[in-house]
């Protein structure tokens, strides 16, 4: 059963950058696609970023020019540089892989406070 483990989130002042990570444990198929959903209370999920095994990204509107996602391959780890971070960021950040199926890690509390 393939885990992805995330780690890197934590309460910040509005301005300020949080960097999450999310290791997989493996990664069956080297075409897949890796990223970042966020959920804040009372709200649906929401695709953040994310970025494809040869480098294609994409992001939501919401947080273009402010998030940056990046991968390294060889250690299986998506990364997600969180820049000028606002209240409205705040949610429960949930790491994603699609690859032979669709994995989910166990999310990660972003706090943004004003």
């Known amino acids: 059963q393939v885990q992805l483990v995330e780690s890197g989130g934590g309460l910040v002042q509005a301005g300020g950058s949080l960097r999450l990570s999310c290791a997989a444990s493996e990664i069956r198929f080297s075409i897949n696609t890796m990223g970042w959903y966020r959920q804040a209370p009372g709200k649906q999920r929401e695709l953040v970023a994310q970025i494809t095994s040869g480098g294609v990204s994409y992001y939501a509107d919401s947080v273009k020019g402010r998030f940056t996602i990046s991968r390294d391959n060889a250690k299986n780890t998506v990364y997600l540089q969180m820049n000028s971070l606002e209240p409205e960021d705040t949610a429960v950040y949930y790491c994603?892989?699609?690859?032979?199926?669709?994995?989910w890690g166990q999310g990660t509390q972003v706090t943004v406070s004003s």
């Open positions: 994603n892989l699609i690859s032979s199926a669709t994995y």
